[in-house]
């Protein structure tokens, strides 16, 4: 344990209150107990939904949501389905000006793809393609649309913050100033090699340098402020978007297994929740990373008991990357053993 859990457990108890509806003050000692082992900042939220028994750290605390924002893009693309408003079968045909570098695998691929939607949104859960996700974006009204959706469904704690696109923009900026010159598209063509064709010199030289930028020792503490982010989530918020759809709230019974089997699909984040389960038990997941700073994991775990939602958002990760991936793991295990065996 490091040196500081002793406070960080201190603190993590005293945010069980007796008497709040569904606390497990055990389940809540448990969690606070692992949690203090993390190395970085940690927020969580746990709930087994057969019985409405939780715990959580700091649930309400605002926590950089990098990927795990693309869950409200997926469920509300389904909804807009179910009310027929988006046709997930239509397809689309990717050009060069849509690639996104980043996470995913359309950026690796020849222009002139047919996908579905529906294909988009498999790409978007399983390998968490940023093309995939700023195509879906558009499709479901944009940031500000989504914005709305999130606190109109109750869910006013997460918010995106920009599209993919200016996203990387601003990132590229700040950890490479040379891109201030720029613009927003010539800097995401730099970051996918399939789009030199519309660079001019200087982003040329500039995708040479983001091609070889390797200084990540204390890029963390630049990254502190949600300005920075590219969403904004609570451990709370994201949990009980993941209940609605495991519950099928959202939409119809159909529809929701859907989403559920997309994220059962889940291709990244093997060091986190499912670590130590996935022999175990089904996994519906979702990450989120922003490496070296930002692990996240939020899923859904079908214990013997039930299915139990399990949100781990983090920040500010110290040390190795791999052994905070590891903690989530150990602490998720340490949960479902509790859990199953009550």
């Known amino acids: 344990m490091n040196r500081l859990a002793p406070a960080l457990l201190v603190a993590f108890l005293l945010l069980w209150r007796p008497g ?188 040479l340098e983001l091609a070889r930028f390797e200084p990540w020792l204390g890029v963390c503490e630049r990254f502190k402020d949600p300005a920075t982010w590219l969403g904004t989530v609570s451990a709370r918020a994201v949990g009980r978007l993941l209940e609605q759809m495991e519950k099928a709230t959202l939409v119809s019974n159909a529809r929701s297994a859907e989403m559920m089997s997309m994220l059962k699909s889940q291709q990244a984040g093997a060091r986190r929740i499912p670590m130590y389960l996935d022999t175990q038990y089904a996994i519906g997941h979702k990450t989120g990373d922003f490496p070296p700073c930002v692990a996240n994991d939020v899923g859904v775990v079908y214990l013997n008991k039930g299915p139990t939602v399990m949100v781990f958002l983090t920040d500010q990760i110290r040390g190795n990357y791999g052994e905070a991936e590891a903690r989530i793991g150990a602490v998720a295990r340490r949960l479902a053993e509790y859990l199953d065996a009550r």
């Open 20 to 207: 709040h509806a569904g606390a497990d003050p055990e389940l809540q000692r448990l969690l606070a107990v692992e949690a203090a082992g993390f190395p970085g900042k940690m927020t969580a939220y746990v709930k087994q939904l057969a019985t409405g028994q939780e715990a959580s750290i700091a649930p309400d605390e605002p926590m950089s949501s990098m990927s795990v924002i693309k869950l409200g893009i997926l469920a509300k693309a389904y909804q807009m389905a179910e009310g027929d408003t988006l046709n997930l079968d239509e397809r689309i045909t990717l050009r060069t000006i849509d690639l996104r570098g980043g996470s995913g695998i359309f950026q690796f691929h020849s222009p002139g793809l047919n996908p579905t939607l529906r294909d988009l949104l498999w790409e978007m859960v399983i390998t968490s393609d940023n093309t995939a996700t700023e195509m879906m974006l558009a499709r479901v009204g944009g940031v500000d649309e989504l914005n709305r959706w999130f606190e109109g469904d109750g869910l006013k704690a997460m918010q995106m913050n920009a599209t993919i696109a200016a996203y990387f923009a601003r990132i590229a900026r700040i950890v490479l100033p040379q891109g201030k010159a720029l613009g927003e598209l010539e800097i995401n063509a730099a970051l996918v090699s399939q789009r030199s064709g519309e660079l001019s010199p200087a982003g040329e030289a500039y995708a």
